[in-house]
């Protein structure tokens, strides 16, 4: 192996890498077991996905209608389902949430349950409702639910952020207040108090970013006394301080991820001053509070907000949403993948539904799944129960033959790539750039050679 990678370094020709080949594909599954848009949806421990909540729509009379439907849909058969199979044995349930609610937050926890906190309770007519402290937790184990702390306030629209050591950190949702619950001791912390009230805003965990083993919270925009800012939380001290850095425009609905290196990508949104959806893309430090606009999501000139944020390593996927212009909303069928290295959208599609206000889980595998949301009937939004998955086809750096390993199999083609770089297909050129810096050389070699001893 050391003469190989000798005799490669001695051979390796220069060039410039083209951009990653990325793409996807989307594929019908089954449907939910009800319509319903601003419900919540989380990945178990066992891939198999948790549906909570939501508002579906009653037709005579028209109303809105609060859900407190449960639904888990299986990544093997691709269907949904009202009964869960406990994953502790025993029979199977057919588990409800005691308040029915929506717009709420949900998160599973590191021991496997899911926390489900707030949301607007009461639907009727076009109004969602009124917002609840109620808290609620699912057991897989049991596939039981039962009572959890209620919060201090009511929360709607709201965040929650898991941290590495297993809190809750609950943020938002009309006020200027946040708490942090400890799953362990099932108790909430006094409440803490930001510098602006948030609503429908965005929220990523920083890691490590205080040292290492203690994260730190990003809030980004958000309806509130602060729609263009940006604030840190420390959890452990209930402190937080004000980002220097402001959006160019004040927006709600937006979307945030946090990047391989510690960067943090944020998305469209709705301005708050006007209404309008907008076409805005940053890319944020927060080690320097740095904030620089790069180029937003092609084809959407009319920008979008309420879409699906899905990080992906050096990727991110965007799905669905809406756009409004002058109090006029479309709901999307949009999906665009970022690469972090490049700053680029290399990938836009149509989805084969349109989603608004709707859930987005990655599976096991890495393809995504698309919950039911809103969808224009008669010129308005109404709920609906298609589903779908996203398959990404990503390059694996290493893998140039594109069978999905890293072996014996791909040395022929990565040396033929090296020393003809002009004449490697986009995928190779990419699969062979192993440390990312658009060149094809020497400087490759040690880490494909790690690829293909650490496999």
């Known amino acids: 192996m050391i003469l190989f990678a000798a005799a490669m370094t001695l051979h390796a020709g220069c060039g410039l890498a083209p951009a990653a080949s990325v793409s996807g594909t989307f594929e019908n599954v089954g449907n939910d077991t009800v319509p319903r848009f601003f419900h919540k949806a989380t990945r178990l421990h066992d891939g198999r996905v948790l549906v909570t909540g939501g508002m579906t729509l009653q037709i005579f009379p028209p109303s809105l209608i609060s859900l407190n439907r449960i639904a888990t849909y299986d990544p093997v058969s691709r269907t949904f389902s009202d009964s869960f199979a406990p994953t502790g044995g025993g029979p199977a349930t057919n588990p409800l949430l005691a308040t029915a609610r929506s717009s709420h937050t949900q998160t599973t926890l590191l021991d496997g349950r899911v926390l489900i906190t707030g949301g607007h309770i009461g639907a009727s007519g076009t109004n969602p409702g009124t917002a609840t402290t109620s808290v609620e937790i699912f057991n897989p184990i049991t596939g039981a639910v039962t009572p959890g702390p209620v919060m201090a306030i009511p929360r709607a629209m709201h965040t929650d952020t898991l941290l590495a050591d297993g809190r809750v950190v609950v943020c938002g949702g009309g006020s200027n207040t946040w708490q942090v619950l400890d799953p362990i001791t099932n108790t909430w912390s006094t409440q803490f ?85 907008v076409n805005l893309a940053y890319r944020f430090n927060p080690e320097t509070d740095t904030l620089v606009s790069i180029d937003p999501p092609p084809n959407r000139p009319d920008g979008l907000s309420d879409h699906a944020v899905i990080p992906m390593g050096r990727y991110v996927a965007l799905f669905g949403g809406e756009q409004e212009i002058s109090g006029n909303d ?126």
Request: glycine share 10%.
């Open 193 to 277: 108090f930001l510098a602006h009230s948030r609503i429908s805003h965005a929220a990523v965990r920083l890691a490590d970013f205080r040292g290492p083993g203690l994260d730190s919270v990003l809030l980004i925009g958000g309806g509130g006394s602060g729609p263009a800012t940006m604030e840190f939380l420390n959890p452990d001290a209930g402190t937080t301080s004000l980002a220097t850095s402001v959006l160019s425009v004040g927006v709600d609905d937006l979307g945030a991820a946090v990047l391989p290196d510690g960067t943090v990508l944020i998305v469209g949104g709705q301005s708050i001053a006007t209404g309008n959806t």
């Open 330 to 455: 479309t709901e999307l069928d949009y999906c665009a993948i970022f690469d972090s290295a490049t700053n680029t959208w290399p990938f836009t599609a149509a989805m084969n539904r349109v989603h608004d206000d709707f859930p987005a889980v990655q599976l096991e595998d890495g393809a995504i799944l698309l919950i039911g949301g809103g969808a224009p009937l008669f010129g308005n939004e109404a709920p609906t129960n298609l589903a779908e998955i996203f398959v990404p086809i990503l390059p694996q750096p290493g893998d140039l033959n594109a069978d999905g390993a890293i072996n014996e199999l791909d040395i022929p083609f990565f040396v033929s790539v090296l020393i003809a770089p002009e004449s490697a297909t986009v995928k190779q050129a990419a699969a062979a750039d192993l440390n990312d810096d658009d060149a094809l050389d020497g400087q490759d070699v040690p880490l494909f050679v790690a690829a293909l001893t650490d496999r």
